[in-house]
């Protein structure tokens, strides 16, 4: 069956980095966009940065020149390497895979359980 595992989340401090991953299985990965999402308490899930199936990237404007999204096809993995954490960054982060690069969530079928990123000192 079709699964998408995220893992690589924690506790750092402002300033910091870390780097997400999202193992894919279950189907033909390489032909999929891959998007990360997060969701903060109290907020609406929102776009992060998404990958399409040729390795284009789009990034939403508040992370832009932090946050690098990737992809390893052989390894059937996306990685979001993010830094000069912010508290703001704070969220639960998902990884879903979809048709189409965007920031909409909607556009995607798959989605990851998430992983819990705490900025704070």
């Known amino acids: 069956q ?8 924690g506790l750092v401090q402002p300033g910091g980095s870390l780097r997400l991953s999202c193992a ?3 189907f033909t990965f390489r ?14 899930r929102e ?9 284009n990237t789009y990034d939403t404007d508040s992370v832009k020149g932090r946050f690098t999204i990737s992809r ?3 390894k ?3 990685y979001l390497q993010m830094n000069s954490l912010k508290p703001e960054d704070t969220a639960v982060y998902y990884c ?5 690069a965007t920031m909409n969530l909607h556009e995607y079928h798959y989605w990851g359980q998430g992983t819990q990123v705490t900025v704070s000192s």
């Open 2 to 9: 079709v699964q998408l595992v995220e893992s690589g989340g």
């Open 24 to 26: 894919a299985s279950g």
């Open 31 to 44: 032909y999929y966009a891959i998007g990360w999402f997060r969701q903060a308490p109290g907020k609406e």
């Open 47 to 55: 776009g992060v940065s998404c990958i399409d199936s040729d390795g």
């Open 72 to 74: 390893d096809n052989a």
């Open 76 to 78: 059937n993995t996306v």
């Open 96 to 100: 879903a895979a979809g048709v189409y």
